[in-house]
């Protein structure tokens, strides 16, 4: 699968957006975009995933550049619970890709009361 | 709800000892994943189980073992747990493998101690 290229932390005030941004620029054209966090002392949870377009759900949005080497996953108002190591993962859509996630470092997201 | 549930929450072991580490799903889904997640590093993936079908990562020591009964049940065992085996071990399935639109659903993990 294609690597990612996350920020190590990043640090938001409450109630503020946050923007958090992946390279990946070495994916391919059939990769699936997708993020998953990490709550302190529980497994790893869906956020959002895309492929070209931008997509929003109810916990986030993500905006995928034009030429797809880059993505933002966007908390639209974090509060404290948002607080987590957040993972941009390609999902290979060649049929030779990994089964399972391969996870990066992720970004340790901090939220400032 | 539908959810994949680890039992125990927190495992104490003596180095040597065997250990099984059981998850549960609730979910139908056909692939179920072990993941072992070291303190600050991000989540390995172990092996998994489509189905019945077996698949280990090349680089998994033989020291872990898995078995999958039955479509609910999936089991980590450790054969001689050492010192380096202490980690978060995080069940996880998905409905088919190597799909790229799917997502994987997790557990709340198994956080092991090595004695």
């Known amino acids: 699968d294609a690597k990612t290229t996350q920020p190590n932390s990043m640090e938001s005030n409450e109630e503020e957006p946050v923007h958090l941004p992946c390279n990946h620029s070495?994916?391919?054209?059939?990769?699936?975009i997708h993020w998953y966090r990490q709550l302190p002392s529980q497994g790893p949870e869906y956020v959002i995933h895309?492929?070209?377009s931008n997509v929003n759900n109810r916990m986030a949005s993500l905006a995928i550049a034009e030429d797809r080497k880059s993505s933002t996953l966007i908390l639209h108002r974090a509060t404290l619970r948002d607080a987590a190591v957040y993972y941009c993962?390609?999902?290979?859509?060649?049929?030779?890709?990994?089964?399972?996630?391969?996870f990066g470092k992720g970004t340790h997201l901090i939220i400032q009361p | 709800d539908a959810m994949v549930i680890q039992n125990p929450r927190y495992q104490v072991t003596q180095f040597g000892k065997p250990v099984t580490l059981s998850c549960s799903q609730t979910?139908?889904?056909?692939?179920m994943y072990w993941y072992q997640q070291k303190s600050s590093q991000a989540p390995k993936l172990l092996f998994h189980y489509y189905d019945k079908d077996f698949n280990n990562e090349a680089d998994t020591p033989d020291n872990f073992q898995s078995r999958r009964p039955n479509t609910s049940f999936c089991f980590l065992d450790i054969r001689s747990p050492g010192l380096g085996d202490a980690a978060m071990y995080l069940c996880a399935t998905s409905r088919t493998p190597r799909t790229t639109n799917e997502k994987l659903f997790f557990g709340s993990g198994t956080q092991l101690s090595v004695l």
């Open positions: 993962i390609l999902r290979s859509g060649s049929g030779g890709g990994a089964d399972g996630l391969t």
């Open positions: 070495t994916i391919s054209g059939t990769d699936y």
């Open positions: 979910l139908n889904h056909n692939v």
């Open positions: 895309g492929l070209t």
